[in-house]
């Protein structure tokens, strides 16, 4: 059973396109994340939630709004998507937000491409 | 606030080769040390981990152990293998952080 997964795998957009990922975790945890990874492996954190609700919003740009329906799922929108924004975005998942032991469970990713 | 710094890579060993990845960090109180390792067109896993000074994590082979007195954490496998190929990430947990950080990132290649 796949524990973190994440759709589409593969996001191809055309600049000013609005577009949506989706994330469920089957875990039973808590907090959820959305991480971006750019082309040089760096991975920087943009949102995180804790049983639906927004603890961390690490100044991400407007356009990325996320929404937590219930604890298990986590969906980023994107609005009118850049070119800077092509990336890999990951979701994740711990079982409780901050906890000095909890280790992160990652989805497989999103690719996505802004030409 | 709390940060991570690793090797900077990218680093090319032989196979059988040792590898070390050195990674220190800086943090209040007392976080919890992470390795994960990311292999090609995947997601993060743990790798190993440690929860106090002085604990070792260890798992396949890597071995890391938490050294409050020089904060650091590096990592080390005695014989690396050409699988072992991948990107590996230091990361630290506090809960007064709310938040993992992470490293920058060491990509490792083993060619046989």
Redesign the interface.
Known sequence: DTAVSQTPKYLVTQMGNDKSIKCEQNLGHDTMYWYKQDSKKFLKIMFSYNNKELIINETVPNRFSPKSPDKAHLNLHINSLELGDSAVYFCASSQRSGGARDTQYFGPGTRLTVL | GNSVTQMEGPVTLSEEAFLTINCTYTATG???L?W?V?YPG?????LL?A?KADDKGSNKGFEATYRKETTSFHLEKGSVQVSDSA?Y?CAL????????T?G??T?LTVKP
Request: hydrophobic letters at 25%.
């Open positions: 007392y976080p919890s992470f994960y990311q995947e997601g993060l896993q743990l981990k929860t990107v990430f947990s506090s809960t007064n952080a709310g938040k993992s992470f920058d990132g990509t």
